[in-house]
């Protein structure tokens, strides 16, 4: 089953054509790696299926439709932070859970907090938590109602090993639990750990997709990082 079908999607904002027949499909699921260097696409791909842009030509669908929050439950994680940072902790997560319908959202928060090491943290105010326990946060908030389909964007950025691996762990359970999730990084080992298959964009056009594996062959058996590399240039990585 498809989750996300992109066919010929083609994006442009006057002259400027940032997706170029972009085509590729999400299965029900599976965790999809959406890759790519600066200036490739990826923001304005989430921002078409998520129905902010429309596209010039081509469809881009979540679950057979153009996405309407109303009919489509989607856990979207930017990489901009949006939380109210003058509010208590688990004020803003329990607040954010009742908006999603979450019966006992303060609970599960405060099960949330205690697994990310944040249980001493839920009275203090969000402005006084680094940008990493931020991060934490927002994940909570993203995955609380366990939607179907989850978009993480650079969900790990800036984090040290064992907090990547402690949020690699949370997605992975998330997969698990029989979410679909679409993730933006540019750590590769997190595509070779989780992602079932990925698409690398560059000037909105696929240069590569499939399994990690088919990727890796059509590039002479190079590991991830290096066809990252041969793609993008070093600058990107």
């Known amino acids: 089953m498809k ?14 054509v940032v997706l170029d027949g972009l085509s590729f499909e999400v299965n029900k699921g ?6 790519g260097g600066n200036g490739s696409g990826k923001t304005t791909t989430l921002r078409t299926l998520l129905n902010f842009y429309k596209p010039t030509s081509g469809t881009a669908l ?16 930017p990489e901009e932070r949006g939380l109210y940072v003058k509010e208590r902790v688990l004020d803003v997560m329990t607040y954010f859970g009742r908006l999603k319908g979450v019966r006992g959202a303060a609970k599960w928060s405060k099960r949330y907090l205690e697994r990310v090491g944040l249980a001493d943290k839920m009275n203090e105010r969000l402005e006084k938590l680094s940008s990493g326990q931020q991060q934490k946060v927002q994940l909570g908030i993203t995955i ?11 969900p790990t950025k800036g984090f040290d090993p064992v907090n990547r691996r402690l949020l690699m762990d949370i997605i992975e359970e998330r997969r698990q639990a029989g979410a679909t999730i679409v993730l933006i990084t540019h750590y590769m080992e997190e595509v070779e750990r989780l992602c079932d298959r990925a698409i690398l964009l560059k000037d909105g056009k696929a240069r590569a997709y ?28």
């Open 3 to 16: 989750v996300i079908e992109v066919n010929d999607l083609v994006v442009g904002f006057g002259d400027k």
């Open 30 to 35: 599976e965790i999809f790696g959406l890759l």
């Open 62 to 77: 979540i679950n057979g439709r153009r996405f309407d929050s109303e009919v489509t439950r989607v856990g979207y994680l």
């Open 144 to 154: 609380i109602d366990a939607p179907g389909l989850l978009i993480l964007d650079e």
């Open 210 to 237: 499939g399994t990690i594996q088919e990727i890796k062959k059509k590039f002479g058996e190079k590991s991830l990082d290096q066809v990252f590399i041969d793609i993008y240039g070093e600058e990107e990585v």
